[in-house]
């Protein structure tokens, strides 16, 4: 397909090594490796993610995604997923786009753009789909402004509002409409989401969270699955073993001490939970990283 070739190349003569690189457009990021990588855990926010070349693998609770080129994702809420890049070389490396939603942008495109007809959407925050020609011709357009700088700054609006609006007018346009509302069950959930975000590595407690979003425990634990794969102490959980992580690796705390910053009030049940989640023990799996630090490569 002649549109990907030219996407792919535009990608690559922009990301000059391997990483994730921002561009003069505020909310695009670029993406490349040229080697597999280890399964890496991340909090992807809303955003669309088009794959261009090589194959990625992304987890979330029990659901496996597979992003090839040609496919993208869709994210409708934030959510701690595991994902890993399983095919790419020097020669061909693994080459993606990252658009994050504006909510903003997102709901005025949506109230002059009529919704689609049919069931409601899937309340799973994560989808992932086929690339129409449209949308992928509207991201071509969007890369090609990154080499014209004089006509960026009053094009690129223009060629943001044209992604979302082949979002929205596609397949998953309902879903698209997840992110911009704020009544139904899927926007309790993700107040519910923001609350666990925001105060993770406190004591959580399902009663108080369902009072505070307008659920009963019961009706917030069956939806909450339904939305992000997890229940509510799992979501927790996987914060909290990112986060310990993080302190290990950044500012070189002992997993004893990382524990107990997070929230953990077991040692014992840290490393546990952390081996069952990352693979390894929490000394074994920050070596591994320091040496490897091309592998865990996240977006």
């Known amino acids: 397909m002649e549109t990907l070739a030219e996407i792919a190349a535009l990608i690559a003569r922009h990301t000059p090594a391997d990483g ?9 990021t670029l993406v490349r490796s040229s080697t597999p990588t280890m399964p890496m855990p991340n909090v992807y926010r809303p955003l669309l993610c088009l794959v261009v070349q090589g194959i990625k693998q992304v987890e979330l609770g029990d659901r496996l995604f597979t992003y090839a080129p040609a496919r993208y994702a869709i994210v409708t809420q934030d ?11 020097p020669d061909k ?14 709901g005025e495109l949506a109230l002059k753009v009529p919704p689609p007809p049919g069931a409601p959407p899937p309340p799973l925050g994560k989808i992932v789909a086929d690339a129409c020609s449209d949308l992928l011709g509207a991201a071509l357009r969007m890369l090609r ?5 004089q006509a960026l700054p009053v094009l690129a609006p223009l060629a943001e509002q044209e992604m979302l609006y082949r979002l929205l007018t596609g397949p998953y346009g309902a879903t698209m409409r997840q992110i911009t509302s704020s009544h139904g069950r899927v926007a309790q959930i993700g107040r519910a989401i923001a609350w666990i975000r925001q105060n993770y590595r406190e004591r959580l407690s399902i009663e108080q969270l369902a009072s505070a979003v307008g659920m009963s425990p019961s009706s917030l634990h069956e939806h909450f699955r339904a939305v992000t794969a ?4 799992q979501f927790q959980k996987q914060l909290r073993l990112q986060d310990a992580r993080s302190l290990m690796l950044a500012d070189g705390l002992d997993a004893t001490t990382a524990a107990f910053q997070v929230g953990y009030e077991s040692p014992s049940q840290f490393s546990r939970e952390y081996r069952r989640h ?6 074994r799996d920050i070596t591994r990283l320091r040496a490897s630090p091309e592998m865990a490569l996240v977006a």
Do not use: S, W
Request: charged share 20%; aromatic share 6%; glycine share 4%.
């Open 93 to 106: 490396p693994y080459l993606c786009l990252v658009l994050d939603f504006d909510p903003v942008t997102l």
């Open 145 to 149: 402004l990154l080499d014209d700088p």
């Open 278 to 283: 990352f693979g390894e023990p929490p000394a």
């Open 79 to 89: 959510l701690p997923v595991t994902g890993r890049i399983i095919e790419a070389t």
């Open 230 to 233: 997890l229940t509510p102490l």
């Open 20 to 28: 994730m690189h921002r561009t003069l457009l505020d909310r695009l």
